[in-house]
């Protein structure tokens, strides 16, 4: 079975741009969920989509947004790129339908930076 | 607000040593879910194990294991005659009853030195 896949894995954007990630889950997997890693603040949950709607919100400013589609792949925007948003974003996926904690598969990241 | 620390920045071990990888948690909820994943130099995060809280079994897996103690609130792995392709960096990680946020610690360093 194909893992969680990211595209593209490396960005170079500079500032005011505005850059948008893809991810795939795993088939069958229908909730999707954004984190982002820097070294100064580790790794920070940004937001969940399930079934095409947003799930969980984490404390990210408005610039962080994103959405999903009916085949449950995901995308990720920021709009009005800052040199902090220069982290690894890590896409991960999981059934989506129970009520514990499922276990979440991550994929291979897309690093950017923003210059 | 629930909360993961990893005091152990970075560990360094000698090839065939054990090494146990500290984790301590705080939530106000009765049930919760905790994590470990393996992030190795590529940065994929690789999933380890998922334990809840009612399950206070320790678990083992081939030279993997975890001691779950609730009583002081922490869940450490240790890892049996290391390997050098242990080496990446270790995230522990809570999860609540439902929904799928994560709150990661710190993440450990270990380097395994031929």
């Known amino acids: 079975k194909a893992g969680v896949t990211q595209t593209p894995r490396y960005l170079i954007k500079t500032r005011g741009q505005q850059v948008t990630l893809s991810c795939s889950p795993i088939?069958?997997?229908?909730?999707v969920s954004w984190y982002q890693q820097t070294p100064g603040q580790g790794l920070q949950f940004l937001f969940e989509?399930?079934?095409?709607?947003?799930?969980n919100k984490g404390n990210f400013p408005g610039r962080f947004s994103g959405r999903q589609f009916s085949n449950s792949r995901s995308e990720m925007n920021v709009s009005t790129l800052e040199l902090g948003d220069s982290a690894l974003y890590l896409c991960?996926?999981?059934?989506?339908?129970?009520?514990?904690?499922?276990?979440?598969?991550f994929g291979p990241g897309t690093r950017l930076l923003v210059l | 607000a629930q909360k993961v620390t990893q005091a152990q920045t970075e560990i360094s071990v000698v090839e065939k040593e054990d090494v146990t990888l500290d984790c301590v948690y705080e939530?106000?909820?009765?049930?919760?879910?905790l994590f470990w994943y393996k992030q190795p130099p590529s940065g994929e995060l690789v999933f380890l194990i998922r334990?809840?809280?009612?399950?206070?079994q320790n678990e083992i897996s081939g030279r993997y294991s975890w001691n779950f103690q609730k009583s002081t609130s922490s869940f450490n792995f240790t890892i049996t005659a290391s390997q050098v392709v242990d080496s990446a960096v270790y995230f522990c990680a809570l999860s609540e009853t439902s929904g799928s946020r994560l709150t990661f610690g710190e993440g450990t360093q270990l380097t395994v030195n031929p």
């Open positions: 989509y399930f079934s095409e709607t947003q799930r």
């Open positions: 088939s069958g997997h229908r909730s």
């Open positions: 334990r809840n809280s009612f399950d206070e």
């Open positions: 939530t106000r909820d009765t049930t919760y879910y």
């Open positions: 991960a996926s999981s059934w989506g339908t129970s009520t514990d904690a499922e276990t979440q598969y």
